[in-house]
């Protein structure tokens, strides 16, 4: 069965440390993926997505994320933190030719950002 | 703009009890809707995913059921309620297929069952 693994449920940073948060899928296919953030108090939301081409993808709030087929990951990065990105992060990846319905959710990680 | 709602936000109920939580969706035509659950420390599990009125895809067989009365509305049941149908319930919206589409998620409701 297809899978999705965020190695880190719960992080904690600096302002203005580096943040890469790890994403994992198990699936030798064609994928879409995504990263959905939810603030405190909102609703989840996209961050990125990545369908095809540059396997650099930027997203909304400084946000990027890498595409690396060969090692079947996807990791969020920013350069530098800020105590508003503190949120619940999920990964989530569809393999294309499987249920197009179908998203395959990580079970989050939880950033908290020191002021 | 689009807009979802779900209600209630949370929710005591008895095991044995029935349950409904409704969710619709202001300011676009024909979306596809989704019922997920979400579990502490897991991921978003898809429920239910409907491509129009009346027309409802199971993706886990359990207790609970799903119907779409109305192009913008979608609403999550059971008949009676078991300790484990208790989380987070989330619905969402897509233009199109959610693989390839940005969902737009409710506010989600919690359910505690007792």
């Known amino acids: 069965a297809q899978s999705v693994s965020q190695h880190n449920h719960h992080v904690i940073l600096s302002e203005a440390a580096s943040l890469e948060l790890g994403c994992n899928y198990s699936?030798?296919?064609?994928?879409?993926l995504f990263w959905y953030v939810q603030y405190p108090g909102q609703h989840l939301q996209l961050l990125l997505k990545?369908?095809?081409?540059d396997p650099l993808v930027k997203g909304i709030k400084g946000f990027e994320a890498e595409f690396i087929k060969s090692k079947f990951s996807f990791n969020l990065r920013k350069p530098s933190v800020q105590w508003s990105d503190t949120a619940e992060y999920f990964c989530?990846?569809?393999?294309?030719?499987?249920?197009?319905?179908?998203?395959?959710w990580g079970a989050g990680t939880k950033l908290i950002i020191k002021p | 703009s689009q807009t979802i709602h779900q209600w209630p936000a949370t929710l005591v109920q008895p095991v044995g009890s029935p349950l409904s939580l409704e969710c619709t969706v202001e300011?676009?035509?024909?979306?596809?809707l989704y019922w997920y659950r979400q579990a502490a420390g897991r991921g978003l599990q898809l429920l239910f995913y409907?491509?129009?009125?009346?027309?409802i895809s199971s993706e886990v067989p359990q207790n609970l059921s799903a119907s779409r009365p109305q192009d913008r509305q979608f609403i999550l049941s059971s008949k009676k309620l078991l300790l484990s149908d208790s989380g987070f319930y989330l619905c969402?919206?897509?233009?199109?297929?959610?693989?390839?589409?940005?969902?737009?998620f409710g506010p989600g409701t919690r359910l505690t069952v007792l």
């Open positions: 989530a990846v569809n393999a294309q030719g499987d249920s197009n319905y179908q998203l395959i």
């Open positions: 699936y030798g296919g064609t994928v879409n």
């Open positions: 990545y369908f095809s081409g």
């Open positions: 300011g676009t035509s024909n979306p596809n």
């Open positions: 409907s491509v129009g009125i009346g027309q």
């Open positions: 969402a919206w897509s233009a199109g297929l959610a693989g390839a589409n940005e969902q737009f």
